[in-house]
T-cell receptor
Framework: EAGVTQFPSHSVIEKGQTVTLRCDPI?????LYWYRRVMGKEIKFLLH????????ESGMPNNRFLAERTGGTYSTLKVQPAELEDSGVYFC???????????????FGPGTRLTVL | DQQVKQNSPSLSVQEGRISILNCDYTNSMFDYFLWYKKYPAEGPTFLISISSIKDKNEDGRFTVFLNKSAKHLSLHIVPSQPGDSAVYFC???????????WGLGTSLAVNP
């Protein structure tokens, strides 16, 4: 079974440019999460999809960030326009859907390292 | 306002000895706690979890202890092996969407 994949692995852009990150979850996983780790800080939740619906986007920093999951398969995270503080590693994770309590293991991709100059 | 705290950025132990990684939390609504392991250039990998209604969970060389009154959990690795060298993240879950709240991580080095 293929794991979670993310593209690109690295991206270096200039302030003001646009970047789109892509995540392909494990096939059949309805839950898809985006997280971000800024250097020196903890990994932080950005948003959560269940299939194609945004379940929680409370962690999105501002309206320069737009996430989509058309068709409930892969997801994209677009940053437009990028700012210096957007630099960090963006992780995507997926898990099976299960209601209520308990823990469904979240499987993580290798991350996309974004550098904004 | 970090809700999950790992106060030791690094830990070094000898191969064969016990590694103890610590984690404190502030939110009493967390109902699950997890440890993830991360190698460089890879995503975090799930290691072990514990429900808030338990005080211990064991899986092979890995044991997690939870002290709810102290809002503290710890991960014990015994015996430690060089392949265990990685960054270990403590994380917690609350709420229906099961999003993870992370600590800063502890870098473990197991020396041969």
């Amino acid at each position: 079974e293929a794991g979670v994949t993310q593209f690109p692995s690295h991206s270096v852009i200039e302030k003001g440019q646009t970047v789109t990150l892509r995540c392909d979850p494990i096939s059949g996983h309805d839950n898809l999460y985006w997280y971000r780790r800024v250097m020196g800080k903890e990994i932080k939740f950005l948003l959560h999809f269940v299939k194609e619906s945004k379940q929680d986007e409370s962690g999105m920093p501002n309206n320069r960030f737009l996430a989509e999951r058309t068709g409930g398969t892969y997801s994209t995270l677009k940053v437009q326009p990028a700012e210096l503080e957007d630099s960090g590693v963006y992780f995507c994770a997926s898990s099976h859907q299960k209601g209520g309590v308990g823990y469904n293991e979240q499987f993580f991709g290798p991350g996309t390292r974004l550098t904004v100059l | 306002d970090q809700q999950v705290k790992q106060n030791s950025p690094s830990l070094s132990v000898q191969e064969g000895r016990i590694s103890i990684l610590n984690c404190d939390y502030t939110n009493s609504m967390f109902d699950y706690f997890l440890w993830y392991k991360k190698y460089p250039a890879e995503g975090p990998t799930f290691l072990i979890s514990i429900s808030s209604i338990k005080d211990k969970n064991e899986d092979g060389r890995f044991t997690v202890f939870l002290n709810k009154s102290a809002k503290h959990l710890s991960l014990h690795i015994v015996p430690s092996q060089p392949g265990d060298s990685a960054v270990y993240f403590c994380a917690a879950i609350a709420g229906n969407n099961r999003k993870l709240i992370w600590g800063l991580g502890t870098s473990l080095a197991v020396n041969p």
